[in-house]
C-alpha cells in the first residue's frame, strides 16, 4: 500500500532550524512543509513589502535555504512553505540563485500567488468584521493589506508540473500537506472525505514540535524528556487516509496519545466544522492510539464540501503603543511599585494627554489575569515589575510613558531600577470572509526547465 512521508520543518515564522535538518538527513521523507505564517505576520511583510519591493518574503528564509539545500543532494525532499508571506514570487527567485550557488540548478521553483486580495476588498467594506461586528468600511482608510486563506489545489498542480519546491504566500496551514498528499495519491478536489483527512495531517504537523511535546511540559503534572532537544513530527499517510505520527530516535521531547490529541484541539471551535478554503473537515470522530513501535495512529477524519467562502486577514494602522517598565526589589517593594503607578496616572492627569486604551500591571502579582488573579501576600514579595502601556492614535503621546517612566529613576520611590521604555505602531488584524469567486491563484515558475516568469 503506497505511503507518503511529511516531515515537520516548521511551526511558526521564528523556528528553530535543526529539527527540521535531522528530518531531512535522518526522516527519510518525501516533503519537508515550513509552516512559517501568521495573521500578523503577513501584515507587516506587505508593509515590508511596500517599503522595499525586492522583500516581503520570511526574513528567516534565506537561513533557512542555505542550510536546507546543500542536503538535497543526498537527501532530494520536495520542500512545501509559505515563507513567501507578501511576496512568494521574489522569494522564489531568491531560492532559484541560491539553488544555482549550491548547484542545484536544475530544482523547479514554483510560486503560488492569489492571495493578495487588497484590490478587491472595497467589495466588501459591508461585510461585518468577524472580531467586532463592525462593517470593515469602519477601517477602511486604515487598511495596508488584506490576503485571503487560499486553498491547496496551486500546490497540487505545481507538483504535477515538476516542481521540486513549492513557496506560498497566504494558504490556509493545512494546504502545506493537503496540496503533495492530494497530488501524491492522485485525488480529485471533489472528493470531500479524503480531504478532510489531508486536512487532519496538516493540521497535525503545522506546528511542528507541539505535537512532540513542545508547549506540553508541566513539571510534575506532564512532564516532558529532554526538552531542549524537541524534534520536529514526521508523518505516514496511507491511501486510505491513516495515518501515523512519528518522532526521530535519539531525540527528546514525547510523543503519546496525550500530546496528539492535544494538538488536534489546537486552535478547534467545533470539531464537527472546521472550515477550510478546500473543505469542511471533521474532527468530531478522529481516534488516536498509541501503537507498538512507538507512533501515534490517528483515524476516522472526514469532511464535507466547503463553503464556497474565504476568510481574509486584513491589516491595518491601528495607532500606536507607548510602554514603560521599572523594577522594585527589597521588602515593601510592592507597595513602592503601587505608589510609582498612582504618580505615572497623576502625571499623566497633569499632563492633560488622553489614550484609548491605557493599562498597568505589576508583573508577578496580576500582569496576566488581571483582577481575576489570585491574591497574593505582598508584603512577602521580594520583587515587583511594573509596567505601564498606552494606545494613542499619536505617536508623540505614546511616547510620554516610557519618559514619565524613566524619569521615576529620581522623581519616584525608593529603589527603582531596570526602566525601559518603547513606542511601537500597532499593525493590527482584522478578519472577513469573501466569496471564493474574488480569488485568482496562479503559478509562476523559476529555475529548472520550467517557464519562467
Known amino acids: 500500500m503506497k505511503q507518503i512521508r511529511i516531515a515537520a520543518g516548521a511551526g511558526y515564522g521564528g523556528d528553530r532550524i535543526e529539527p527540521a535538518l535531522d528530518n531531512i538527513r535522518r526522516g527519510n521523507v518525501d516533503y519537508i512543509m515550513f509552516e512559517c505564517l501568521a495573521e500578523r505576520t503577513i501584515a507587516l511583510a506587505q508593509k515590508e513589502k511596500k517599503e522595499d519591493p525586492g522583500k516581503g518574503y520570511n526574513p528567516l528564509m534565506t537561513y533557512r535555504m542555505e542550510r536546507v539545500l546543500p542536503l538535497l543532494k543526498e537527501h532530494p525532499v520536495k520542500i512545501i512553505t509559505n515563507m513567501g508571506a507578501a511576496n ?6 531568491k531560492i532559484r540563485q541560491m539553488a544555482e550557488e549550491a548547484g542545484l540548478g536544475h530544482l523547479k521553483i514554483a ?7 487588497v484590490d478587491v476588498i472595497s467589495k466588501y467594506y459591508d461585510n461585518p468584521i468577524m472580531e467586532t461586528g463592525e462593517p470593515l468600511g469602519t ?3 486604515k487598511i495596508i493589506s ?3 486563506y487560499i486553498g491547496a489545489r496551486q500546490i497540487t498542480e505545481a507538483l504535477k508540473q515538476g516542481a521540486d519546491i513549492v513557496v506560498t504566500g497566504r494558504v490556509a496551514d493545512p494546504a502545506l500537506a493537503t496540496g503533495p498528499l492530494m497530488y501524491e495519491f492522485e485525488k480529485d478536489y471533489s472528493d470531500d472525505a479524503f480531504l478532510g483527512k489531508t486536512i487532519v495531517a496538516g493540521h497535525l504537523l503545522e506546528c511542528a514540535a507541539q505535537v512532540t511535546g513542545g508547549y506540553f511540559a508541566d513539571p510534575g503534572l506532564k512532564d516532558v524528556p529532554e526538552l531542549w532537544n524537541v524534534p520536529f513530527p514526521i508523518l505516514t499517510f496511507d491511501e486510505t487516509g ?3 505520527i512519528e518522532k526521530l530516535p535519539d531525540t527528546g521531547g514525547l510523543l503519546s496519545e496525550d500530546t496528539v490529541k492535544e494538538q488536534l484541539l489546537y486552535e ?3 470539531p464537527s466544522n472546521y472550515f477550510t478554503p478546500d473543505v469542511i473537515a471533521d474532527f468530531s470522530h478522529i481516534t488516536a492510539a498509541m501503537q507498538t513501535d512507538g507512533r501515534v495512529l490517528v483515524q476516522n477524519a472526514g469532511g464535507r464540501k466547503k463553503t464556497g467562502q474565504l476568510k481574509v486577514s486584513v491589516g491595518y494602522e491601528d495607532g500606536y503603543i507607548g510602554t514603560g517598565e521599572i523594577s522594585y526589589g527589597g521588602a515593601g517593594c510592592a507597595a513602592r511599585a503601587r505608589l510609582a503607578e498612582e504618580i505615572i496616572r497623576k502625571r499623566l492627569e497633569m499632563l492633560g494627554i488622553e489614550y484609548r486604551e491605557l493599562r498597568t500591571d505589576f508583573i508577578g502579582i496580576n500582569s496576566l489575569y488581571g483582577k481575576a488573579s489570585l491574591p497574593v501576600d505582598e508584603t512577602a514579595l521580594g520583587e515587583v515589575r511594573l509596567r505601564v502601556a498606552a494606545r494613542s492614535d499619536k505617536e508623540e503621546d505614546a511616547a510620554v510613558i516610557s519618559k514619565e517612566v524613566e524619569a ?3 522623581n519616584g520611590p525608593a529603589g527603582g531600577g531596570g526602566a525601559r521604555g518603547t513606542v511601537e505602531k500597532i499593525v493590527s488584524v482584522a478578519s472577513v470572509l469573501i466569496s ?5 491563484p496562479q503559478i509562476t515558475w523559476k529555475g529548472g526547465t520550467c517557464h519562467e516568469a
Open 88 to 93: 512568494p514570487v521574489g522569494a522564489a527567485e
Open 111 to 117: 510560486a503560488v500567488t492569489g492571495d493578495d486580495v
Open 139 to 141: 477601517i477602511k482608510d
Open 146 to 148: 488584506a490576503n485571503a
Open 242 to 244: 491513516n495515518m501515523w
Open 268 to 270: 478547534i471551535q467545533d
Open 408 to 410: 521615576l529613576y529620581v
Open 436 to 440: 471564493e469567486s474574488d480569488i485568482q
